[in-house]
Each structure stands twice: as C-alpha cells, then as structure tokens.
C-alpha cells in the first residue's frame, strides 16, 4: 500500500484526505492539533507537529518511507513539502519555487526581474514616509508571507499607510510587507496543473469582492465572463508566470487584475490548489476534471497531463458574512434548489468581513448558467 503525506489537517484538507482514502492509500497527516484539524479523525495516522517543523516532518516521512507529500488551499505547507520532497527525491517543486510561490516580496522581485509587468511595489519592515516618496496613493499593504487576505488594507493616505504597514508586519511571520500600487479593475484567479514542467490552464475563475479597505472574497464563479481577447491574454501571463517561478509538479492558482481598459496585471501566484472551495469542488462541477485526483497522481508521480479541459457547466460559491445577509434565507431555507450542491452556516453570528475568517457560511452550485444572488 503506498503512503502519503498530506500537510495540513484542518477543513481545507478533508476533501483531500478522502480523496487519498478513496484511492487506498495510507494518509499521515501532519498538523498541530489546534482544535480545528478535523482530518486527524480519518487519517490512518496523525502527527501533531506544526507544519513549520520541517526537519522533524523529513525524519518522521523517511521512517515512514512515504511515496509523496502534498497539501491543499494553504501557502504555509508550501516550503516544508518542497524541503521533504527534494530531500526524498519525490515529486514536487523546488525550494527555490517554494520560497518564490509564497512570499510576495521575492514573487514580486521575480516578476520585474521577468519582465512581468506587475504594480511598482516595496518591500519594508517598518515605516518610513521617505520609502513612499515615489509612490501615489492609494497604496495597498499586505504581509509578505500570509493568505486569506489577512492583513491586506488600501490606505489613502501616509496616515493610514503607517497604521497598516504596522499591522501587515504583525501578521507576517518574516516581520516585512509589500506596499504596492493600487490597481483598479477586476480580479480574477487562474486554476492550473502542471508535471514535470509541463503546464495547463484548467479554467479561469471569477471573484466578487468586498468593497475597501479590506478586499475579501465572498464569491467565485466558473467559468470566466470576460472575452476571449481578454482571456488570451490571461493565458499568455499564466504561463509566463508559472515558468518564472519556476513552478514544475502540482495545482497552481494564479491571481491576476484586470483593468477596464484590459491591461493584465499580476497579484500573486501560490503553487497549490486555490482554497475557497475552488479546487476541492468548483474545478470538478465545471469542468468534469478531477483536481483533486491530479494532484494525488502527481505528488505520486504517475501522471499524464491531458491536452485539455473545457467547461461544461457552471460553478460558483457565495460566502455569508454581514455584507451577504441575503444569503441567509437561501441557506437557512428548507426549498430544495436544483442549483445548489451543498450549504452550511458555521458561525451563529454574522461579522463583516476583515479576512476570510470572518465569513460565517457558504452555498456551492452548479447550473446551466451563472447564478446570481443578490
């Protein structure tokens, strides 16, 4: 029987930890054991060692004598996997790939280095108005090595810069944060696969946002309403990206701003799977391709790469929070609507929405075209 290692075990994780147990492998999941690691149930075996650990991760996987490490929806796993899976010659992505798909000042560095044309950005620990001078506001900070839009805020002012700037470093575990140029537009994300540096673009997902300062997602849709003009171009930077940072083996999701006059601009790269519900269950009800199924193939390197991957339906989520109140009577309703997959309300109270924390719900569906809630 071979044996995986999956990083992670909270929520994020379950849809990847069933998949493997489908498959008959044997899952060591490893995770703090914080209360929320819902996965250390149906694991076959649970270590409560935090992610980070990644000397003590390698020793307890090469006793094992695992046959692939992977993770799902979070960055914080990305350095460790890669660290174990170059040191066990398994499939994966290189340190250097791990550093530059999670922290934003070396992603950014990356791109101007690529010639990526990306928002004029800094790197800093502290502030210091001098650093800015160049700049027009508003600037948008976010810590250098945290997702779920944790710490990410517009200011508009060096007031507001200084006050977010010291918030953006108290998250960051590096203590440093990027400031960069506001870009207005559209945001969208870009669901990749990719195996022994070959890439494919899966599908291209549609975001709906909070308004400023705080810029939370509280829905996806599949596929993409944009153009075809505009979606060439969104291909083009994709696999300009993932060649940049040097992406090889796994789930890529690419976030890219789109302007009203159709300029691309980057946001980030992560290479794993997009979290939200995106790559454990929206990928697969748009397009019939099993995401999570080629990521499990991967980490155990037997793959094949398809061609292509083409919708054949309509996918989305819209999350609850004070902002989407709405959703609550579609939720919370007995009416069985074709349309949805799955819902659930996780918090008893509505907050508005600082991070992806604060989001107390959500409704997954799949249609023949793009359901609207409002």
């Given at each position: 029987m071979k044996k995986i290692a999956i990083l992670g075990a909270s929520y994020l994780q379950l849809p990847l930890v069933q998949k493997a147990k489908e498959n008959g492998l044997e899952v060591h999941c490893f995770a703090w054991d914080d209360g929320r690691a819902v996965c250390k149930d149906i694991a076959d075996h649970f270590y409560d060692i935090s992610v980070l650990e990644k000397e003590i991760i390698l020793k307890e996987c090469e006793k094992i004598g695992i046959h692939g490490i992977l993770t799902i929806a979070t960055d914080i796993c990305i350095p460790t996997i890669a660290y174990v899976a170059s040191n066990l010659g398994l499939a994966g992505n290189s340190i250097e790939c791990s550093l530059l798909t999670t922290n934003k000042s070396l992603m950014r560095k990356c791109f101007g280095e690529n010639r990526i044309e990306s928002p004029q950005s800094i790197t800093v620990s502290e502030f210091n108005i001098k650093d800015f001078a160049s700049f027009t506001y508003p600037l948008i900070i976010k810590p250098s090595d945290r997702s779920g839009s944790l710490g990410v805020i517009k200011a508009s002012s060096a007031e507001e810069c200084k006050k977010a700037v010291e918030h953006a470093v108290q998250v960051s575990f590096s203590k440093t944060c990027v400031v960069e140029e506001f870009i207005k537009g559209k945001e969208v994300s870009v669901e990749t696969i990719s195996y022994q540096g070959k890439h494919l673009i899966i599908?291209?997902?549609?975001?709906?946002?909070?308004?400023?300062?705080?810029?939370?997602e509280l829905a996806h849709h599949q596929p993409s309403a944009f153009s075809e003009e505009i979606k060439n171009k969104i291909h083009e930077i994709s696999y300009h990206i993932l060649a940049a940072t040097k992406v090889e083996n796994g789930a890529s999701h690419i976030e890219l701003m789109i302007t009203?006059?159709?300029?691309?601009?980057?946001?980030?790269?992560?290479?794993?799977?997009?979290?939200?519900?995106?790559?454990?269950?929206l990928v697969q009800l748009s397009t019939g391709f099993d995401y999570l199924q080629a990521v499990l193939d991967i980490a155990?390197?037997?793959?094949?790469?398809?061609?292509?991957?083409?919708?054949i339906a309509?996918?989305?989520?819209?999350?609850?929070?004070?902002?989407?109140?709405?959703?609550?009577?579609?939720i919370r309703g007995d009416k069985e609507e074709s349309y949805i997959v799955k819902k659930e309300i996780l918090s008893g109270s509505l907050k508005p929405a600082h991070?992806?924390?604060?989001?107390?719900?959500y409704l997954i569906y799949r249609s023949d075209h793009r359901i609207v809630l409002e």
């Open positions: 599908t291209i997902t549609d975001k709906e946002i909070t308004e400023e300062p705080y810029f939370v009203d006059e159709g300029k691309v601009y980057p946001i980030e790269i992560g290479s794993r799977m997009g979290g939200d519900f995106i790559g454990s269950d155990l390197n037997q793959y094949i790469l398809p061609e292509n991957v083409q919708s309509y996918s989305g989520v819209y999350f609850l929070s004070e902002e989407t109140e709405f959703l609550l009577p579609v991070s992806s924390n604060d989001r107390s719900g």
